[in-house]
Every structure is written in C-alpha cells, then in structure tokens.
C-alpha cells in the first residue's frame, strides 16, 4: 500500500470524481464505499507514523495510528456512513463533494502526527463545512455561514498560536 494512502486521502480522492460520476444511484453507492475504503486502510495498520516528510526543519506526519485515533477514526467514518445515508436523496453535487471533504478532512485531523497537519485539516473543516451551510441558498443561510466560519477561522488562528507557542517552547510541533 502506497505510504501516502490515508483514510483524509481516499475521501479527498472520492470528493474530486464525485462530479464526473453520473448524479443518482451510482454516485451515492460510490460516496457509502468511502467511508468503508477509508477504514479498511487504517483499520489493520500496525501502530505508528505514516506518510512522513520533512519540510522547513520539521517532522511532518499526515497519518499517526494508534489506539484512540483507531477508535476516533472508527466512530467518525461510521458518522459519514451515516450521513451519507440521511442524505441520499440529496443530489446537489455541491454539498457531495462538499460532506466528503469535510469528512476526510475530520479525519485527517483525527490522524494528525502533529500540530501543522492538524491545522491543516482543522482549517480545510472550516472550509468545506460553510459550504455545507451554504447550500441552501439563502440569504440567511450565507449571513449563517459567514458567522460560522468567522468562528472556525478564530478557532483555527488560536491552534496556530498555540501551535506557534509550542515550537517556541520546545522546539518540536
């Protein structure tokens, strides 16, 4: 299995064939495989880092297993399961790719080796979740999702300088 293969990168993956896939049965059959993908790659890994690379003098890992993130992982690709199911008779291709990005994305934050890829993810939630909110067109639901993501963006800038403090601290992310 290719090291780069994480459960954040089958369901980034899906997200972007979502639109060339025809719109009805066959698609949402193809989004409910995700999330099975997703738990079949980390399900029977042996404990540790994966998709390891260094980048500016730091250590970075997209996928650290072990047995809470096992669990986490488990429990949140059950949640996309199931949201794929409640909303199987959505066929806006939007909010698709939309709920399979941000689902990879809470995922790949699940996974996080460290502080800068939790971020990342953390922050790509934000993203594709306000998309979630928008999809309903409005101009309630857009004033609704601007102050979402206003709120995820502050919650993101508070990892960041934690994340920041740390590094300064210890000298490790």
Do not use: C, K
Not at 1 to 21: D, G, K, Q, R, S
Not at 66 to 92: K, N
């Amino acid at each position: 299995m290719p090291e780069i293969l994480t459960p954040a990168a089958i369901y980034i993956a899906a997200a972007l064939l979502v639109p060339f896939l025809p719109n009805g049965r066959a698609r949402q059959l193809f989004m409910l495989l995700v999330p099975v993908a997703g738990v079949a790659v980390f399900w029977t890994l042996p404990e540790g880092t994966y998709a390891s690379f260094n980048a500016m003098g730091m250590h970075i890992g997209l996928m650290r297993v072990d047995a809470l993130s096992r669990i986490f992982g488990l429990i949140f690709s059950i949640a996309a399961f199931l949201s794929i199911i409640y909303a199987w008779h959505v066929r806006d291709t939007v909010q698709q790719v939309a709920a399979l990005l941000y689902a990879g994305a809470a995922i790949g934050a699940v996974f996080a080796s460290d502080l800068v890829t939790l971020f990342v993810f953390w922050e790509l939630t934000a993203i594709t979740s306000v998309f979630l909110v928008w999809a309903r067109r409005t101009e309630g639901a857009y004033a609704t999702g601007m102050r979402y993501l206003v709120i995820q963006v502050f919650s993101g800038v508070l990892l960041l300088a934690g994340t920041v403090l740390q590094y300064r601290e210890t000298g490790s992310i």
